[in-house]
């Protein structure tokens, strides 16, 4: 995978195309990715002692890791990608 937890990255396609986030969580394995504040989901718990009428909480779901791109730490510049990329 081309990213790893905690790089900046870049979404490239979906509703938060265009958005920059944190890796909060990568998995290889699944090669899908979880970002801080990107592909939010509503979450619908159900009724407990402490919320008697249950509660919505906002979650950021996984995206694919193609659907990112690595931006450069320095100077907020995106970064090449690619056999000739230099790190």
Known sequence: ???KKGDTV???SGNDKGKTGV???ASPRDERVLI???NL???HNK???QHPKGERVQQAATIHASKVK?????GGKRAKSGK???K
């Open 70 to 74: 690595l931006v450069e730490q320095a």
């Open 36 to 38: 801080e504040g990107v």
């Open 1 to 3: 995978m081309h990213v």
């Open 84 to 86: 000739g990329a230099k």
């Open 47 to 49: 009724p407990t002692q």
């Open 10 to 12: 870049l979404v490239l």
């Open 23 to 25: 890796i909060k969580e």
């Open 41 to 43: 989901r509503w979450r």
